[in-house]
T-cell receptor
Framework: DQQVKQNSPSLSVQEGRISILNCDYT??????FLWYKKYPAEGPTFLIS?????DKNEDGRFTVFLNKSAKHLSLHIVPSQPGDSAVYFC????????????????FGQGTILTVHP | NAGVTQTPKFQVLKTGQSMTLQCAQD?????MSWYRQDPGMGLRLIHY???????DQGEVPNGYNVSRSTTEDFPLRLLSAAPSQTSVYFC????????????FGSGTRLTVV
């Protein structure tokens, strides 16, 4: 049972344009969402996060949108740069549900983003 | 500040052998986790710990054991390696109240032949 899904295995965009990466989840207990970026032969690194009490969070070129009713979130990168080419993972946790829930982070399958010069 | 350190970086095992993947963090993080990454499957949680002496199973715990005797260390033991355990393994740690999720190590690439 895949609780976090990234249905697009890959995305290709031109430098300077917008990249939109999508993520869907099924567990209504999830209340905290994160995006990670991963380069080959490295561990994932944190990019941006959003709590379920918000519907948008911005950090420079990166914006995450959350639609709780649709159980959907998206990551927008504007403008896209060749250095953004990497695998992007969406992740979710039941952070505020109490107990040990925050220790358990569930990831999607990842989307390979390629930004062409 | 070393962050999360995983050893070894690469390992080849024969079917049936056992081994321990080491993970250490120097950030005094309460939470630690082990993930495996396989093509098309993303990162799947094997085991996690919310503090010394406390561990719990993730999605894919079979064939793996963990213990957390100190805050700093969280070793992952493969009891009897199988080809299905060929994967890239990531250890990660996080402060309990962090807004930034987990900090990951650079991974261990394990091949079981």
């Amino acid at each position: 049972d895949q609780q976090v899904k990234q249905n697009s295995p890959s995305l290709s965009v031109q430098e300077g344009r917008i990249s939109i990466l999508n993520c869907d989840y099924t567990n209504s207990m999830f209340d905290y969402f994160l995006w990670y970026k991963k380069y080959p032969a490295e561990g994932p690194t944190f990019l941006i996060s959003i709590s379920s009490i918000k519907d948008k969070n911005e950090d420079g070129r990166f914006t995450v949108f959350l639609n709780k009713s649709a159980k959907h979130l998206s990551l927008h990168i504007v403008p896209s740069q060749p250095g953004d080419s990497a695998v992007y993972f969406c992740a979710a946790s039941a952070r505020f549900a109490g107990g040990t829930s925050y220790g358990k982070l569930t990831f999607g399958q990842g989307t390979i983003l390629t930004v062409h010069p | 500040n070393a962050g999360v350190t995983q050893t070894p970086k690469f390992q080849v095992l024969k079917t049936g052998q056992s081994m321990t993947l080491q993970c250490a963090q120097d950030m005094n993080h309460e939470y630690m986790s082990w993930y495996r990454q396989d093509p098309g499957m993303g990162l799947r949680l094997i085991h996690y710990s919310v503090g010394a002496g406390i561990t719990d199973q993730g999605e894919v715990p079979n064939g793996y054991n963990v213990s957390r005797s100190t805050t700093e260390d969280f070793p992952l033991r493969l009891l009897s390696a199988a080809p299905s355990q060929t994967s890239v393994y990531f250890c990660a740690s996080s402060h309990r109240d962090s807004n930034y999720g987990y900090t990951f190590g650079s991974g261990t690439r394990l091949t079981v032949v």
